[in-house]
């Protein structure tokens, strides 16, 4: 039998299997939050929360394993935030499609992206971003997270008149994250191995100690996925008014895909030296694969998670951290409750660092060349301001086109920047 050092090549990227596990770990504790607010989101459109539960489980650990042993890569998988409430709120609530059906659309455009994957199409169009514009991505995503943290901790809340503002910064989940966050800065700052989990569970403990977080126990029995599991309806799926949810989940799934990976394997120093991503066929067939067994299983489309960042700050850079966090989704079908213990500003105090390191992206733009920091610094700021990966990298193609045109360098632009721009652009014009 291959050992782990085999498969995993652990001493050609300076790791051990300790490292990975703590790698692992510490990306499903700043991910495990999507096994409660995945099925909370679901059931609203009439799914069973339970059965939604396990379908959540199922599909992270089944794309997390795959992604690991296939894609060779520290990224996990899970159903993904946005693409849940566009299922709910867009499909179910606002069309009028069933939940059935709704299943059956990701289940066709995760077909989509399996055969996207194995044509050089798919793999084309992440390899064609530019180098400043990859490095804007990746910044993005760290104030993206930077964000969502602030706003899990009840930092920033949201306000009619300015959209957003400051929150009660002396409440007790405040004053956690912050605390939390101090704490894994100052340790990493001495380079202690874990600092990541230790500010996490500290921030917990002090919420189980003081009654602000609740612990729910060790065990539970896992619900029957019986409700949800195969009752999709792939054919009331293929009708005209549902061509724009597949085409819209087809783009939002590649573009999220394609910016966390480029996020997570710059951070992790896996970008190859002709600066394109090694295995990324291998990657892309892992993730849209884990689309079309969560369709299967019960749930909406499963994608790369940027969490994964957090696993890569704790010393995971392989595959193995990913196998490691997708075993800890199997045992949280058993150990749920403790799962659900961690509440949600003790993860934040970890996105929150994970923001800091990865906005430093932006310390090695071209600052000298308006034309191609100018697009980087739009897909940045447009992340977190439009509460979307997809949408940032949209309009940083889009503006990167107008003005390389604009300045008479259009034949600059390669053809999948061009096609990548037409493609947001017929989004936004036509859905």
Known sequence: MLSLEKIFELKKHSS???TEILGGLTTFLAMAYITVVNPSILSQSGMDFGAVFVATCLAAA??????G???KYPIAQAPGMGQNAFFTFSIVMGMGHTWQSALGAVFISGVIFVALSILPAREWLVNAIPRNLKL?????IGLFLGFIALKNAGIVVGNPATFVALGNVVSFEALACLLGFSIIVALSARKVQGAV???VLAATVLGWLTGYAEFRGLVSVPPSPAPVFLQLDIVAAFQWSMATAILSMLIVDVFDTAGTLVGVATRAKLIGEDGKLPRLKRALMADSSATVFGALAGTSSTTSYIESV?????GGRTGLSAVVCGVFFLVCLFFAPLAQSVPAYATASALLFV???MARSLADLDWDDTLESAP????AIAMPLTFSIAEGIGLGFITYILIQFGSGNARKCGVASYVIAGIFTLKYALL
């Open 16 to 18: 051990s299997i300790r």
């Open 62 to 67: 089944f794309g997390s394993i795959v992604m």
């Open 69 to 71: 042993l296939y894609g």
């Open 136 to 140: 804007g991505i990746s910044a993005g």
């Open 197 to 199: 989990i230790i500010g």
């Open 310 to 314: 957090a696993g890569v700050e704790a």
């Open 355 to 357: 923001a800091c390191l």
């Open 376 to 379: 980087a610094v739009v897909a």
